[in-house]
């Protein structure tokens, strides 16, 4: 016979289940299935954080390194294309113009943008693929093409500032 308090743990065993289940996206129904999503799951976090950490690092070695002025900038990818955000804390003549450039040359289409330039710069936009690109492109290598152009466009305001 079943007592009451294992009745209680397996109902709140089955409900951690569902939690994790649904956390975890996961469509399996028995127990192992769950917790095998689970640590799929899990596992795609990890290379998630450690993807992230190697972000962060390259753009303060970059920016330490490169970039005279203190950039942030952060790529997500949308279901189709990417939100792209660029910011600096000073207002940075000609920047908008080197980005623009380099989303053409990465064939994106900007959809949507809102960009400020008077004290700050401030740049949210929504990069389209071109529908005529037969591979399609990630977020790092969007982040990296928007990183040299604003290396492209220090190195440039650096030699006007020279001559």
């Not at 450690?50 to 970039?67: C, G, K, P, V, Y």
């Not at 920047?95 to 740049?123: D, H, K, M, P, Q």
């Not at 492109?137 to 982040?143: G, H, L, N, Y």
């Amino acid at each position: 016979m079943v007592s009451r308090e294992q009745k209680k743990a397996a109902a709140a065993l089955h409900e951690k289940l569902q939690l994790l289940r649904s956390i975890t996206n996961s469509h399996a129904l028995n127990k192992t299935s769950i917790i095998v999503d689970a640590s799929k799951y899990i596992e795609e976090l990890k290379q998630r954080v450690e993807r992230l950490n190697q972000d962060i690092a390259s753009a303060e070695s970059s920016s330490s390194h490169q970039n005279p002025l203190p950039m942030q900038v952060t790529v997500e990818t949308l279901e189709k294309g990417f939100l792209i955000n660029v910011f600096s804390k000073k207002s940075c003549s000609g920047l908008l113009v080197s980005i623009l450039e380099a989303f053409e040359e990465l064939g994106l289409n900007v959809l949507e943008a809102r960009v400020s330039c008077t004290e700050s710069f401030n740049l949210q936009a929504v990069g389209g693929e071109n529908e005529e690109q037969s591979e399609s492109m990630d977020a790092q290598v969007v982040k990296q093409a928007i990183l040299q152009a604003i290396r492209n466009w220090s190195e440039t305001c650096s030699n006007d500032e020279q001559d």
